[in-house]
Structure formats: C-alpha cells, structure tokens
C-alpha cells in the first residue's frame, strides 16, 4: 500500500539518543509530517543492530515511496558506541562545520544515513568537554540575528553552551541530573526520602542554600549533608527532601555556570516542559530571565545541517 | 574460670558505630589491657537486640570479676537508631559538658553502660551539623596546652573540628568518602574505571583539577565530568581514573574546608592509617602540613571521659 502526502516528504530526521530513537518526516520547509518515537535508544538494542532498529522505526516510511529521501541522525548514534563515529569538531564550531564534517553509513537495504558529529571543546585547566545532539538542538533554536546567546540543556547531563556570532565557542557539562538520581537511590540521603512531592517552597530553600555566599565556599561536599541534617532536626519533611536536594543541586549548577557564563545575554533552555520550567523557576530566583525552547529544535536542527550540507533535494 | 590481669581494669570502652563494634578493657592510667572487635554495629544487629551484642563481645570480662566495672560508650549507639538516645550538645563544648550528659542505659543483667552525647552546630546559613562518636576522638587527641587545633576525620563522611581553648568550637562535614563510593559503583564514571591502582600521580592531577583557581568556580558537578572526559580522549588509562577521582573529590574537600577553617594551625588527621596518610599527601600538595594521631585516640578519650564524669573507681 502506498500512501500519499499531502506535502511531498523531503527528510528522515533521526534524533537517536542513549535511551529512545525519533523519527521525524519533514517537508522541504521542515515542517513536520508525521514522528515516529521507539525506545531503541543505542544502549538498549541487541547486539548493537542499528540496522534493524532503523528499518523497524522507519521502514514503513522507507517502503512507502521515499526510498531516495535523504536521512539524517544526530546523537549518541555518532558516538564510538554508535553505528559509526563521527569525530568531535572542535570549537569554535559553526552548523557549515558540523555539515561538513557529516559521516555516512550505508544500511544492509543500500541507504545512506547521514551522521552529525558531536562538538568538543578544552576548559583553562586543558579538560576536554564534549556535546553530542545537543549542537543540532541549539543550531534548530538559534536566532541568527542575535550575536551573544546562552543554551541550556538540562538533563542527566547539564550542558550549558555559549554562542558567540553563530559558532559553538565554548560549553560546560555539569552531571546534576546524574548526581541527583544517584544520591537519592544510593547515598543516606534517600534513605530519610518519603515520597517526591514537587514542593517550590523546599526547593526554593535548597537553591537559597546552594547560592549562599557564606555557605558556598564550603563546596557541594559539604552542603549536602545539609540534607542530612535538616531531616534529623525535623526541619524538612521526608516527603520535601527530594525537591530541596533537587534545589540545592540546580542551585549548585547555576551559580557554578555564572561564574564560567557571566549569563547577560539571550538565554534559551532547551528541554521537555516540566524539566525546562523548573530550571526557568530557579534561574528566577537567581534573577536570570530565560525563555523556553519549542519542541521543534531537534528536527529544525537536522534540518538546517540537511539544508547547508546540500542534503535536500 | 577467673582470669587474673596483671594490673586492675578500671573501665570497659566501647566504640560502637554503624558498622562494628570495638571494646577496651582499660587499667586506672588509660592503658589498654585488652581488645576485642565484632562486626555487631548499630546497623548489623538483628531486632535491635544491643543487650545480646555486648554481652556477646564482653561478657567474658564481665564473667571475670568485672561485674563492677564501670562501662562507656560513644558512636552511634547513642543515635536516635542506638540503644538508648544521648542528645546532641550544643558548640562550644568541652568534655566537662560531654561528662555532664552522659546518658545511661541498664542491661538485662542489670548494668550500666553510660553513652557519651554527640555534638551539634549551627553554620552562619542556619543550617546544623553533627558529629558523635568522632567528639570522643578528639577528646583523646587534645593536647590541652595549644589553644587553637583543628582536626580532620576523613571517612565516608569526613568532619572538619575546629577546638579552640579546650572547646569544640565548630564543625563541618563532607560527605567525601559516600559520594566517592557512589559515583564509582552507580555513575557513568564508574563504567570506565578499571581496576583501583593507587596512582600517586593521577591522585594529584585530580587534586590540583579540583583546587584549580579557573575551575574551581564552576563547581563539583561540572569538574566531576572530567573523569568521563579524559578517559573518553584516552589522556587517563581506565585503572587510574579511580585514583583521579579520589583525589578531585578529597580536593574538592579540602578547597571548601580550607575557605570555612582557615587552617593556620595545629592539624592532626584522625583515621586508620592508609586513609590518613592520603589525606597528609593531599594536605601536602595544599602546603598545608598535619599530623597523624596514634591508634589510641578512641580509648584515650573514652578514659578521659569518664574520669572528668566520675565513672572510674
């Protein structure tokens, strides 16, 4: 059976991550068409078969007339764990560096799959840091026209990437959401953890303590006990733990990222809605304004590579 | 049968934590006559049955003409979790407070264990901090004639004591040793570890990474990803990203205890001895210069106690 559009198809986005593989059909103005989603994120398929997870997800799309359509991914399918690597373009990067430094790989059916790669950069301490999906996000959330713009990208991995003139000039990578997930199911700070009630008001008080003056300079090591504590004297109910250590690690992270950002620009955050609200709240608290980026950054971004790498035809 | 000792046992000393417990026969001048050590900590008893514990460890001595002896605890077993709750006494303290709020508990076979209370503090944010048992420790590490020492306990929580004229003025701990832990066995870090080689070099490149000026700012979260980083650009063999990491995060320690302590005076590291000498190295590459205290700090300061409180015979 083929099935018609009613605007002609012109790319197979792939957004495919750790966890889950997306799949977006765009028209040639990159509007969306149709998504797919699958949980065949590149550590969750068997015996590293991309092949076959891509024909799963997109084969219907594939059988259906759009043989020739051009594909491209961005993500963790570019990383050595992936279906090929496709080396960190270092910074300052722009999107002509990221389309010319595109990989391809050809699945068992004889299709070519394009591959953006990931972005690195070297701290003043000559630390090596690196992005990898994130770059096509911010080029599909970038306003040209905006010389000096901040990205943040919360996660399990926190990215924060200044843009500077339309290139990638440098990015941090700050491990809060890990941290939290690990210390609420392993450390003695869960264990008095009753529940995860989403309390602004404990989550405010976890920031305050993080971006303490008199307090910061003590460090995370310390300031954590704090948890500890507050629910030994009964000063913070065990159902409120989860959001005050939740505060005080976004806190943690946002006035480390000021020190290294010197955030007075147009600042973005990129992430799905609930996640992207809280830090938009704790980045109140801090007097930092941001706006919140639509869902459509990741295909606009592939799309935009698609375009300057003459992907489209 | 009745066991002779060549001089009188004037105290039984407990040290009672989460994870073991560790008995003191002492004779009237704080010698140690014997010792005996069972892995019956708070939080390893069956039911909480503490009575079966100690009769198990010391009923031996009691059984040998000890029924009289006087018997102290400190640690844990005066927690909320313990056997009977010693509460916290407020900074500054000294060991006369410590000797005015020893709380007793009596067996089955009807003695007496008196349990030392732990120490609380509030820091300038409002926030307070605890210690117990580790109170005990300094007490038998003291040396009453300098006014102002500062005393380092690292360990899965590390506390940083600062006495001044005999008091413990105030104190702060670093959750070092539980953050180290988890991260190796439940983070990303961990995947790329391989094996635990006690690298003296790479301990300090991850203690000058955490003490360094340009990106101490950003903070813990965001220096921790260098240990993902430098193994991912192969500038860290996988066996020595465990030493990196312990050193980062004891550098990270010590950076924050350095603001709060301002150590400019007599510093004794209280711990077994392969974790002190750790802590003395890294204190080293800081041009901080500490002192390790002998083994005997927990029984001489039990002894103490328990003179200033009238316990001995």
């Known amino acids: 059976m083929v099935r018609s559009y009613s605007k002609t198809p012109a790319l197979i986005a792939l957004d495919w991550g750790t966890t889950s593989l997306r799949a977006y059909l765009l028209d ?5 068409l149709e998504k797919k989603s699958a949980p065949l994120g590149i550590l969750k398929i068997p015996d590293q ?5 891509f024909e799963e997800t997109c084969g219907s799309w594939l059988n259906n007339g759009l043989q020739a359509a051009p594909i491209l991914a961005c993500g963790m399918i570019g990383s050595r764990q992936g279906w090929l690597e496709a080396p960190y373009v270092p910074c300052p990067a722009s999107i002509d560096q990221l389309a010319k430094h595109l990989v391809s790989v050809t699945t068992k059916n004889g299709r070519h799959v394009a591959i953006v790669p990931g972005i690195k950069t070297i701290n003043s301490a000559g630390v090596p840091d690196v992005i990898r999906g994130e770059e096509t996000q911010i080029f599909g959330a970038l306003k040209v026209a905006i ?20 290139h990638i000039e440098h990015f941090a990578t700050f491990m809060t ?12 700070l869960g264990r008095t953890m009753n529940g995860d009630a989403d ?12 971006m303490n ?3 910061n300079g003590a460090g995370l090591l310390q300031q ?5 504590t507050l629910a030994l004297f009964n000063r913070i109910p065990g159902e409120a733990l989860h959001a005050y250590l939740s505060g005080l690690l976004i806190g943690s992270e946002i006035c480390g990222a000021e020190k290294m950002f ?3 620009t147009s600042i973005t955050i990129i992430a799905e809605p609930a996640l992207a609200q809280r830090y938009q709240r704790a980045l109140g608290y801090a007097n930092i304004s941001a706006a919140i980026a639509d869902e459509h950054v990741t295909a606009r971004g592939l799309f935009r590579i698609a375009q300057v790498g003459n992907l489209l035809k």
């Open 262 to 264: 010197k955030p007075e």
């Open 213 to 215: 003056e008199n307090v």
């Open 147 to 166: 010389s000096q713009q901040l990205f943040i990208l919360p996660g399990t991995h926190s990215k924060w990437v200044q843009v500077i003139d339309n």
């Open 224 to 228: 954590l006990f704090s948890v500890r």
């Open 28 to 32: 040639k103005n990159g509007n969306t």
């Open 177 to 188: 959401g890990e941290v939290f997930a690990i210390l609420c199911e392993h450390s003695i």
């Open 49 to 53: 078969n991309f092949d076959t997870a």
């Open 199 to 210: 309390d602004h008001a404990y989550f405010k008080q976890g920031f305050d303590y993080a």
